[in-house]
């Protein structure tokens, strides 16, 4: 059992069998969320455009997500604040709120059926300690500008979700819900319309620079010149390229879905977005068919284990949502988020080429605004909005290998025990 819950939509991701092209004015290294986005526009202004993806469309985290299109960023308000400056932190949350907005309006503007729907999301706080902490939080996004979260109760999360372990919770009402397999559809039929090629099974090997503005991309079977390379790779890093490879840092996240449930499960639970306030959070919620999806990052370190992430997560669901102890399970699978050291999307250029990756988690509507905002950078020189014009932050002890996420896994977890 390691299939999308998503696969059960039997909807077509393949573009149609055509052959690479020799030649083109942009290549584009990612066929998910912000490659199709970066591609779209860019051939809407008249460019030819190759998007490479080196497996199947929907084999990486654009189809395998939560589908949960969150307000913000990974990173704390406080931190950005801290680090940057609280006119930096305002200008993010402002940003952050114009994202969403506009990932929202493009789908009712284009008309994806995506199941798109106003949740909210509730984060749960299973302790003071972390009830404090998000009135914490509250208060920063306070003095940042007009926000509308709600801190809530513990009888107040009781009237949305049947336990008796929150002692309370923070709301946001601004959170949506998406299927990211109809969505990813969407955007297909979209870059394909506007003119882009879109070519499976095509991975890159290396990226050459012959001069200005002259790229060869060569792949297993093909290789192709082009005036721009973009990589919209995000968590699958692209050796060689050093922002991707040792700038991003993969973490898998792990997804379970259980039965349809009955008329008596479903009313333990309401149609929001939920999260519990760990350090390595647990999320749920209810899908338009009415199944239980329920997900964490769980050991960041670990490599996926189909039969121990299924039995970990059920193990997570039970002891966070007791009426779940008799719901069986009837999808278990994973994929790979990109997450940055500063937990900030980015949109820049290193070494000539292009790049709009590390969504920390964040990816569905970040991802939408990055792709267009490189698209804007390739053909007019546009420099993107802060938070994401900054470079991808690289670490003196990250070349690629995850070796510490260990003991940063281990730090999490003890913390997480806690509660």
């Known amino acids: ?9 039997q909807v077509s991701l393949s573009p149609p069998l055509t052959a ?33 993806e080196q497996g199947r469309i929907g084999d990486g985290a654009s189809g395998l997500n939560f589908g949960s299109a969150a307000l913000g960023v990974a990173a704390p308000y406080s931190s950005l604040a801290k680090c940057y400056g609280p006119d930096f932190a305002r200008a993010t949350a402002a940003l952050s709120t114009r994202v969403l ?27 003071q300690r972390q009830l404090n902490q998000l009135a914490r939080a509250k208060r920063t996004l306070d003095e940042l500008g ?26 946001n ?70 922002p991707s ?11 379970i879905a259980t039965e349809i449930l009955s008329d008596t499960d479903a009313k333990a639970i309401s149609q929001m977005v939920f999260s519990t306030a760990h350090l390595v959070p647990s999320y749920f919620r209810i899908t338009p068919d009415n199944r239980l999806l329920f997900g964490s990052r769980k050991n960041l370190a670990a490599e996926p284990s189909p039969s121990r992430d299924t039995r970990e997560l059920v193990a997570r669901m039970h002891a966070l949502l007791p009426f779940t102890r008799d719901l069986k399970i009837t999808h278990s699978w994973s994929g790979k988020l990109g997450f940055t050291f500063d937990r900030l999307p980015h949109v820049g250029v290193a070494d000539g ?18 792709g267009i ?9 546009v420099t993107p909005e802060q938070p994401v014009a900054m470079p991808v932050m690289q670490r003196w002890f990250y070349n690629g290998s995850r070796t510490f996420l260990h003991p940063l896994s281990w730090y999490c977890r003890l913390v997480d025990s806690l509660s």
């Open 20 to 52: 690479v092209p020799r030649e083109a004015d942009v290549v584009i290294i990612g066929g998910g969320y912000t490659g199709l986005h970066a591609a779209r526009e860019l051939a809407r202004r008249g460019r030819q455009v190759a998007v490479l």
């Open 353 to 370: 080429i292009h790049y709009a990756m590390g969504y920390c988690g964040k990816g569905i509507p970040w991802s939408a605004f990055c």
């Open 245 to 255: 490879e040792r700038g991003i840092v993969p973490i898998n996240s792990y997804l």
């Open 101 to 127: 907005k506009d990932f929202c309006e493009f789908i009712t503007k284009e008309q994806i059926k995506c199941d798109l729907q106003k949740t909210g999301h509730l984060t749960i706080a299973l302790n």
């Open 146 to 171: 007009d926000n509308e979260l709600v801190l809530f109760s513990r009888s107040n999360v009781k009237e949305h979700l049947d336990i008796d372990s929150a002692r309370g919770g923070l709301f």
């Open 173 to 242: 009402p601004n959170s949506y819900a998406i299927n990211p397999i109809t969505y990813l559809q969407g955007l297909i039929k979209l870059a394909l319309r506007a003119g882009a090629g879109v070519f499976e099974e095509t991975k890159v090997q290396e990226i050459s620079r012959l001069g200005d503005e002259l790229f060869e991309v060569r792949c297993d079977k093909n290789t192709l010149r082009s005036k721009h390379v973009i990589v919209c790779t995000n968590g699958v890093p692209l050796r060689g390229f050093k």
């Open 1 to 9: 059992m390691n299939a999308s819950v998503w696969i059960d939509q």
């Open 373 to 381: 905002a490189v698209a804007n950078l390739v053909a007019d020189g």
